[in-house]
């Protein structure tokens, strides 16, 4: 009874930090996974990362469609090449890998996405550029549900007004490419799907606001908020992996 209750204020945690996390991506541009995701694996570690997957592309998909027109099929095509090619290798290794090295693998993409993030590397969006990273957004996507860092970096020499599109969209084929994986190797259920149904109108209401904020809110302010949070959280996450792995 005890664990009932628990679970049912976690969830409810959970809601407050979907709705949170869409208002940021709809403010910065990304961000989604980046604060879901450390957060749910400490408060409902079995969202991670299934249900956050249809959230994060139902979120990408929302950006997508209201700047569809700019989208860069070109970019976005060879982005998903290699984001199929890096979800499969993920969906792989995760029916190998024990829970601690899984722990290990996630705490080391999220603190990776963070360096990416934080780096401003600067890369041309060429066929070689965009394909490569769409495999380590697809091994980070599929493993962590964090697959943005990579493919923005990819992208970031397109005008603002392609970007966001261009990354929506790669980010909701992504998701689902990442889902499909995930289901043939028996690691994403009905229960994922109808979970992040459930949460769906959390995250819908978090986006909802961020059109009306994003004037506001400075997207550069929630990027660094971002960077901070998920650096820190990746290594706790990695410390608690080696400590269980160790012990």
Same mark, same amino acid.
């Given at each position: *009874?005890?664990? *009932?209750?628990e679970?049912?204020? &976690?969830?409810a945690?959970?809601?407050?930090?979907?709705?949170t996390?869409a208002f940021?991506? #709809?403010?910065?541009?990304?961000?989604?996974? /980046?604060?879901?995701?450390?957060?749910?694996?400490?408060?409902?570690p079995?969202m991670?990362?299934?249900?956050?997957?249809?959230?994060?592309? =139902?979120?990408?998909?929302?950006?997508?469609?209201r700047?569809r027109?700019?989208i860069v099929?070109?970019?976005?095509?060879?982005a998903?090449v290699?984001?199929?090619?890096?979800?499969?290798?993920?969906?792989? #290794? /995760?029916t190998?890998? =024990?829970?601690?090295?899984?722990?290990?693998w996630?705490?080391?993409?999220?603190?990776?996405?963070?360096?990416?993030?934080?780096s401003g590397?600067?890369?041309?969006a &060429?066929?070689?550029?965009? !394909?490569?990273l769409?495999?380590?957004?697809?091994? *980070?996507?599929?493993?962590?549900?964090?697959?943005?860092?990579?493919?923005?970096? %990819? /992208?970031? =020499?397109?005008?603002?007004v392609q970007?966001?599109?261009?990354l929506? =969209?790669?980010?909701f084929?992504?998701s689902?490419?990442?889902?499909?994986s995930?289901?043939?190797a028996?690691?994403?259920?009905w229960?994922?799907?109808?979970l992040?149904l459930?949460l769906?109108?959390?995250m819908?209401?978090?986006?909802?606001?961020?059109?009306?904020a994003?004037?506001?809110?400075?997207?550069?302010?929630?990027?660094?908020?971002?960077?901070?949070? !998920? #650096?820190?959280?990746?290594v *706790?996450?990695?410390?608690?992996?080696?400590? %269980?792995w160790?012990?």
């Amino acid at each position: *009874m005890q664990m *009932m209750g628990e679970d049912v204020i &976690n969830y409810a945690l959970m809601a407050v930090v979907i709705a949170t996390a869409a208002f940021l991506q #709809g403010v910065g541009g990304v961000g989604f996974a /980046m604060l879901a995701a450390p957060i749910a694996v400490i408060l409902a570690p079995e969202m991670v990362p299934g249900c956050l997957l249809v959230l994060g592309g =139902s979120v990408s998909f929302l950006a997508a469609i209201r700047e569809r027109h700019e989208i860069v099929i070109p970019v976005v095509s060879w982005a998903l090449v290699g984001r199929t090619i890096g979800t499969v290798l993920a969906a792989v #290794g /995760m029916t190998q890998l =024990s829970k601690e090295w899984l722990g290990l693998w996630f705490g080391g993409f999220i603190f990776i996405a963070v360096l990416l993030s934080a780096s401003g590397i600067k890369v041309r969006a &060429n066929a070689v550029n965009v !394909c490569g990273l769409g495999v380590a957004s697809g091994m *980070m996507g599929t493993l962590t549900s964090v697959g943005a860092p990579a493919i923005a970096i %990819a /992208m970031q =020499s397109l005008k603002p007004v392609q970007l966001r599109p261009s990354l929506g =969209s790669t980010l909701f084929v992504g998701s689902i490419l990442s889902i499909i994986s995930l289901a043939l190797a028996g690691l994403f259920t009905w229960k994922d799907l109808l979970l992040g149904l459930v949460l769906w109108p959390f995250m819908f209401l978090g986006f909802y606001l961020s059109g009306r904020a994003r004037h506001v809110v400075s997207p550069k302010n929630v990027r660094l908020f971002l960077l901070w949070f !998920c #650096g820190i959280s990746s290594v *706790m996450l990695i410390a608690k992996s080696l400590i %269980a792995w160790l012990t």
